[in-house]
């Protein structure tokens, strides 16, 4: 093994790090989350947190147990991924972004300083979240029992891309390859390809050929 752990990080029993690990100062890794009683997180002892080769976790972030982080990932500055998350190779999480619980993200995608990833969240493959976005998974803001029934975080599809400080409302799907534009506030499904801008987002026309991956 030939990973680095600062002597200020804080390392829970059972994490598994992989090799060429990066734990820098102040990090805390394999934490079981602490919940309110009020919290609709389910409470249970978690298995181990799991990171993948090459991966770096930086001064001051955060990682719960129960999460598995892939190869060559970057957990950036004060940022946090909390339990049951599932983060692919090469993903980067920027400065002070927060992943909620009971998300997953894909291969090769940013998320980037300050953005904030609610829990029950799909992001795929490939896919950029600008500083800032916000998403949100509850219609109701916490109140009505059916809320429980109903909560879902956005989904978006492969080599999508959300612009800075847009706002994903609960259960939108943005189709792959889409583009949300700045500041944009997504109350419905956006269709592959298309590129949506305003409060609320509309359809302005489709990503050019030369923008769309390979």
Do not use: W
Not at 153 to 168: D, K
Request: hydrophobic share 40%; aromatic share 4%.
């Amino acid at each position: 093994m030939s990973s680095e752990i600062a002597p200020s990080a804080v390392v829970y029993p059972g994490t598994v790090i992989g090799d060429g690990c990066k734990i820098l100062d102040g990090a805390v890794i394999g934490k079981q989350p602490t919940l309110s009683p009020r919290s609709t997180a389910k409470s249970e002892e978690l298995s181990p947190l799991e990171l993948g080769p090459g991966t770096i976790v930086s001064t001051g972030a955060i990682v719960f147990a129960g999460t598995r982080i892939g190869a060559r990932a970057i957990v950036g500055d004060q940022a946090c991924v909390r339990e049951r998350c599932d983060v692919g190779d090469d993903v980067v999480i920027g400065r002070g972004a927060l992943v909620e619980n009971d998300t997953t993200i894909g291969a090769l995608t940013k998320v980037q300083a300050m953005a904030y990833i609610t829990a029950y969240s799909t992001i795929e493959d490939n896919v950029f979240i600008a500083p800032c976005v916000q998403t949100s998974n509850d219609n109701f803001m916490g109140r009505t029992e059916k809320r429980h029934a109903l909560r879902k975080g956005p989904t978006i599809r492969r080599g999508a891309r959300v612009g800075v400080g847009a706002v994903l409302c609960p259960a939108v799907e943005i189709g792959q390859e889409a583009f949300v534009g700045a500041g944009a506030v997504v109350v419905k499904d956006v269709p592959p390809r298309a590129v949506v801008v305003g409060n609320p987002a509309r359809v302005l026309r489709d990503v050019p050929s030369d923008e769309l991956l390979a």
